[in-house]
């Protein structure tokens, strides 16, 4: 099986001068088509800042990501935003939902910035909604939904694009026990149906349905 994501001598400093922290500190790991991947750490271990790197969000100080190959630490601004939007899928605690969409506006959102022809987009949007059991939420707005229905339209949201790699910060982190189950039996449906997914946790309960844990503390990775 191919590397999907991989990483070699990652490292990321914050700061200038005197005060120079190192958040990453050379991190070299890959995950293979597949997979499903948590990262645990504890609050400042450095996890929420290697996301960033690999999401393109921020940008490493030393060292090289790739995505399917693709050397994503050479690439310009232009070029990482049709990737990150082309071939990344985003999951946050918080959602991030636009509150002036409805669900289905809201996960029919990267086809449409992709400009793909409405029927297909439609279509896409009725497949995932069904996967995801958001069908019936698909013209309500997210104040209305539980928690729980937010999490899954962001999920149909992150993968409405096929893309090579779903990554998910604290997914669970804002659900109470019974969406907290719900959502990581989803991620392990969508998993088991060939999506790759990179998930940073500091939950035990979430980190336990993934096929592979690595940890992180102090900027470093160890299995």
Known sequence: MDAILELKNVTKYYGSGSVVTKALDGISFSVRKGEFTAIMGASGSGKSTLLNVISTIDRVSAGEIRVEGRLLTAMKEKELSLFRRDRL???FQEYN???????GENIVLPLNLKKLPYE???QE???????LDVTEQLDKFPHELSGGQRQRAACARAII???ALVLADEPTGALDSKATDSLLGLFASINAEGQTILMVTHSTKA???AK????????????
Not at 97 to 103: N, S
Not at 125 to 131: E, I, N, P, R, Y
């Open 89 to 91: 899928g985003f999951i």
């Open 97 to 103: 939902l636009l509150d002036t969409l409805t669900i």
């Open 120 to 122: 297909k987009s439609v």
């Open 125 to 131: 949007l009725h497949s995932v909604a069904k996967t």
């Open 161 to 163: 694009t096929s893309p």
């Open 207 to 209: 980190a336990s349905h």
């Open 212 to 223: 592979r844990v690595l940890f992180i503390k102090d900027g470093g990775i160890f299995s």
